[in-house]
Protein backbone atom coordinates (compact mmCIF):
# COMPACT_ATOMS: atom_id res chain seq x y z
CA UNK A 1 0.00 0.00 0.00
CA UNK A 2 1.35 3.53 -1.06
CA UNK A 3 1.00 5.79 2.20
CA UNK A 4 -0.96 9.28 1.65
CA UNK A 5 1.42 12.25 1.21
CA UNK A 6 0.40 14.93 3.82
CA UNK A 7 0.91 19.26 3.69
CA UNK A 8 3.53 20.12 6.21
CA UNK A 9 1.75 22.01 9.25
CA UNK A 10 2.17 25.14 10.19
CA UNK A 11 0.40 28.89 8.66
CA UNK A 12 2.05 29.86 5.18
CA UNK A 13 4.17 33.76 5.36
CA UNK A 14 0.91 35.66 3.49
CA UNK A 15 -1.30 34.13 6.03
CA UNK A 16 0.48 35.50 9.07
CA UNK A 17 1.01 38.36 7.47
CA UNK A 18 -2.17 39.38 7.01
CA UNK A 19 -2.84 38.50 10.33
CA UNK A 20 -0.01 40.66 11.72
CA UNK A 21 -1.77 43.62 9.69
CA UNK A 22 -5.63 42.48 10.85
CA UNK A 23 -4.47 42.83 14.38
CA UNK A 24 -2.47 46.01 14.24
CA UNK A 25 -5.77 47.45 12.23
CA UNK A 26 -7.81 46.37 15.09
CA UNK A 27 -5.20 47.49 17.71
CA UNK A 28 -5.37 51.41 15.77
CA UNK A 29 -8.94 51.41 16.45
CA UNK A 30 -9.27 50.51 19.89
CA UNK A 31 -6.54 53.08 20.39
CA UNK A 32 -7.98 55.85 18.53
CA UNK A 33 -11.67 55.00 19.99
CA UNK A 34 -9.91 55.31 23.58
CA UNK A 35 -8.47 58.82 22.69
CA UNK A 36 -11.92 59.84 21.45
CA UNK A 37 -13.27 58.74 24.72
CA UNK A 38 -10.82 60.24 26.49
CA UNK A 39 -11.49 63.61 24.55
CA UNK A 40 -15.07 63.63 25.18
CA UNK A 41 -14.96 62.80 29.07
CA UNK A 42 -12.85 65.34 29.08
CA UNK A 43 -15.03 67.90 27.45
CA UNK A 44 -18.22 66.76 29.47
CA UNK A 45 -15.86 67.48 32.50
CA UNK A 46 -15.19 71.21 31.32
CA UNK A 47 -18.48 71.85 30.43
CA UNK A 48 -20.21 70.48 33.64
CA UNK A 49 -17.55 72.85 36.10
CA UNK A 50 -18.77 75.64 33.62
CA UNK A 51 -22.27 74.58 34.41
CA UNK A 52 -21.69 74.42 37.87
CA UNK A 53 -19.55 77.52 37.93
CA UNK A 54 -22.33 79.57 36.10
CA UNK A 55 -25.16 78.33 38.42
CA UNK A 56 -23.25 78.59 41.60
CA UNK A 57 -22.44 81.77 41.17
CA UNK A 58 -25.29 83.40 39.61
CA UNK A 59 -27.48 82.22 42.68
CA UNK A 60 -24.40 83.30 44.91
CA UNK A 61 -24.67 86.91 43.38
CA UNK A 62 -27.87 87.14 43.14
CA UNK A 63 -29.19 86.39 46.77
CA UNK A 64 -26.13 88.64 48.07
CA UNK A 65 -27.50 91.74 46.14
CA UNK A 66 -31.25 90.74 46.81
CA UNK A 67 -30.64 91.55 50.44
CA UNK A 68 -29.35 94.99 50.46
CA UNK A 69 -29.45 98.54 48.65
CA UNK A 70 -27.44 99.71 45.60
CA UNK A 71 -25.13 102.65 46.53
CA UNK A 72 -25.91 101.90 50.74
CA UNK A 73 -25.16 98.23 50.93
CA UNK A 74 -23.29 97.49 47.42
CA UNK A 75 -21.16 98.91 45.01
CA UNK A 76 -19.93 97.47 41.85
CA UNK A 77 -16.93 98.62 40.04
CA UNK A 78 -14.92 96.93 36.66
CA UNK A 79 -12.61 94.89 39.33
CA UNK A 80 -15.27 94.05 42.29
CA UNK A 81 -18.18 94.12 44.21
CA UNK A 82 -18.40 95.21 47.64
CA UNK A 83 -20.86 94.69 49.77
CA UNK A 84 -22.63 94.17 53.39
CA UNK A 85 -23.15 90.48 52.96
CA UNK A 86 -26.31 90.00 55.20
CA UNK A 87 -26.35 86.98 57.03
CA UNK A 88 -29.50 87.39 59.27
CA UNK A 89 -32.12 89.46 60.78
CA UNK A 90 -33.29 90.22 64.58
CA UNK A 91 -36.09 91.85 66.34
CA UNK A 92 -35.44 93.77 68.90
CA UNK A 93 -37.34 93.36 72.09
CA UNK A 94 -35.36 95.64 74.42
CA UNK A 95 -32.50 97.80 74.20
CA UNK A 96 -30.15 99.84 76.31
CA UNK A 97 -28.17 102.93 74.89
CA UNK A 98 -26.06 103.47 78.20
CA UNK A 99 -25.08 99.74 78.03
CA UNK A 100 -24.94 99.22 74.20
CA UNK A 101 -27.07 96.31 74.38
CA UNK A 102 -29.97 94.79 72.53
CA UNK A 103 -32.10 91.91 73.41
CA UNK A 104 -33.41 90.59 70.02
CA UNK A 105 -35.19 87.52 68.55
CA UNK A 106 -32.62 86.27 65.83
CA UNK A 107 -32.58 83.63 62.73
CA UNK A 108 -30.32 83.69 60.24
CA UNK A 109 -27.42 81.53 57.75
CA UNK A 110 -25.83 81.72 61.17
CA UNK A 111 -24.51 82.29 64.86
CA UNK A 112 -23.67 86.25 65.06
CA UNK A 113 -19.75 86.58 65.46
CA UNK A 114 -18.56 89.70 67.34
CA UNK A 115 -14.77 88.81 65.72
CA UNK A 116 -16.29 89.81 62.05
CA UNK A 117 -20.06 91.00 62.38
CA UNK A 118 -21.46 94.41 62.61
CA UNK A 119 -25.10 95.67 63.21
CA UNK A 120 -27.24 97.67 60.99
CA UNK A 121 -30.35 99.27 62.81
CA UNK A 122 -32.89 100.66 61.46
CA UNK A 123 -35.68 102.44 63.11
CA UNK A 124 -39.27 102.81 62.37
CA UNK A 125 -39.29 105.62 60.25
CA UNK A 126 -36.61 104.23 58.12
CA UNK A 127 -33.54 105.66 59.94
CA UNK A 128 -30.37 103.36 59.94
CA UNK A 129 -27.18 103.77 62.18
CA UNK A 130 -24.00 100.90 62.21
CA UNK A 131 -22.60 99.24 65.19
CA UNK A 132 -19.65 96.96 65.52
CA UNK A 133 -20.70 93.41 67.26
CA UNK A 134 -18.24 93.35 70.06
CA UNK A 135 -20.41 90.40 72.07
CA UNK A 136 -23.15 87.71 72.25
CA UNK A 137 -24.78 86.12 75.19
CA UNK A 138 -28.22 84.81 76.50
CA UNK A 139 -30.66 87.17 77.44
CA UNK A 140 -32.56 87.40 80.89
CA UNK A 141 -36.04 86.80 79.71
CA UNK A 142 -37.53 85.77 76.11
CA UNK A 143 -38.95 88.13 73.83
CA UNK A 144 -42.46 87.53 73.89
CA UNK A 145 -44.20 85.56 70.92
CA UNK A 146 -40.15 85.01 69.42
CA UNK A 147 -39.94 82.33 66.40
CA UNK A 148 -36.08 82.74 66.68
CA UNK A 149 -33.80 82.71 69.08
CA UNK A 150 -33.62 85.12 71.90
CA UNK A 151 -29.94 86.56 72.40
CA UNK A 152 -28.27 89.87 73.94
CA UNK A 153 -25.61 91.37 71.91
CA UNK A 154 -23.23 93.51 72.92
CA UNK A 155 -22.25 96.81 70.98
CA UNK A 156 -19.40 99.38 70.61
CA UNK A 157 -21.65 101.90 71.25
CA UNK A 158 -25.10 102.85 72.18
CA UNK A 159 -27.76 102.85 69.02
CA UNK A 160 -30.71 104.57 68.36
CA UNK A 161 -33.41 103.73 71.10
CA UNK A 162 -36.04 103.58 69.07
CA UNK A 163 -34.69 100.61 66.73
CA UNK A 164 -36.48 97.74 65.95
CA UNK A 165 -34.69 95.88 63.47
CA UNK A 166 -31.16 94.82 63.87
CA UNK A 167 -29.56 93.21 60.22
CA UNK A 168 -26.77 90.85 61.02
CA UNK A 169 -23.65 91.33 58.31
CA UNK A 170 -20.08 91.10 57.55
CA UNK A 171 -18.07 93.41 54.91
CA UNK A 172 -16.84 91.21 52.22
CA UNK A 173 -16.10 91.40 48.27
CA UNK A 174 -16.59 89.10 45.16
CA UNK A 175 -13.76 88.83 42.18
CA UNK A 176 -13.65 87.50 39.04
CA UNK A 177 -9.87 86.71 39.36
CA UNK A 178 -8.14 83.95 38.73
CA UNK A 179 -10.86 82.25 36.08
CA UNK A 180 -13.10 81.95 38.79
CA UNK A 181 -15.85 83.47 41.65
CA UNK A 182 -13.98 84.45 44.71
CA UNK A 183 -15.20 85.97 47.83
CA UNK A 184 -13.03 87.62 49.98
CA UNK A 185 -14.00 89.28 53.73
CA UNK A 186 -12.24 91.59 55.39
CA UNK A 187 -8.28 91.56 54.87
CA UNK A 188 -8.04 88.26 54.17
CA UNK A 189 -7.63 86.05 50.90
CA UNK A 190 -9.97 85.58 47.82
CA UNK A 191 -11.38 82.13 48.04
CA UNK A 192 -12.72 80.29 45.11
CA UNK A 193 -16.13 79.41 45.02
CA UNK A 194 -16.50 78.32 41.54
CA UNK A 195 -13.99 75.99 39.32
CA UNK A 196 -11.77 78.03 37.66
CA UNK A 197 -12.91 78.01 34.12
CA UNK A 198 -13.52 81.68 33.04
CA UNK A 199 -10.98 83.16 30.86
CA UNK A 200 -9.56 87.02 31.40
CA UNK A 201 -12.41 88.49 29.80
CA UNK A 202 -15.18 87.67 32.34
CA UNK A 203 -16.28 90.20 34.09
CA UNK A 204 -18.19 92.40 35.68
CA UNK A 205 -20.71 94.69 33.06
CA UNK A 206 -21.57 97.99 35.35
CA UNK A 207 -24.07 100.40 33.71
CA UNK A 208 -26.01 103.63 34.80
CA UNK A 209 -29.20 101.45 35.64
CA UNK A 210 -28.11 97.68 35.79
CA UNK A 211 -25.44 95.29 37.05
CA UNK A 212 -24.49 92.32 35.14
CA UNK A 213 -21.75 89.52 34.42
CA UNK A 214 -20.33 88.60 31.04
CA UNK A 215 -18.77 84.92 31.62
CA UNK A 216 -16.26 83.66 29.03
CA UNK A 217 -15.70 79.94 29.31
CA UNK A 218 -11.05 79.27 29.05
CA UNK A 219 -11.48 76.65 26.96
CA UNK A 220 -13.94 78.30 24.55
CA UNK A 221 -16.26 74.82 25.16
CA UNK A 222 -19.19 77.13 25.58
CA UNK A 223 -20.74 80.85 24.29
CA UNK A 224 -20.56 83.59 26.25
CA UNK A 225 -23.33 83.90 28.57
CA UNK A 226 -24.21 87.10 30.18
CA UNK A 227 -26.87 87.80 32.88
CA UNK A 228 -28.55 90.20 35.07
CA UNK A 229 -27.88 90.66 38.35
CA UNK A 230 -29.42 93.66 39.62
CA UNK A 231 -30.35 97.41 39.20
CA UNK A 232 -28.25 99.60 40.20
CA UNK A 233 -30.94 102.04 41.79
CA UNK A 234 -33.71 101.29 44.24
CA UNK A 235 -36.60 99.75 43.08
Same mark, same amino acid.
Given at each position: ???????PA????????? %????????????? !??? !?????????????????V %?????????????????????? /??????????A?R????????? /?T????????R??????????????????????????????????????? !????????L????????????????????? /?????R????? /?????????????A?????? !?????????????????????? %??????
Open positions: MVAERRAGASLPEAIV %ALLVGLLVLQLGL !ATL !ARLRSAQADFSVRTDEL %ALRVGRHVLRRELRHGLPGRDW /SADADSLSLRFGTAIVCASD /SAAELVVSYGERAPDPSKDSVLLVTPDGLSAVRALVGTGVAPTPCPGS !AGSTARWRDRGGPPSAVVARLFERGSYHL /SGAALYRRGT /SGRQPLTPEVWSTTAWEVS !ADRLAVGLVSSAGSSRPWSGFL %AWMTPE
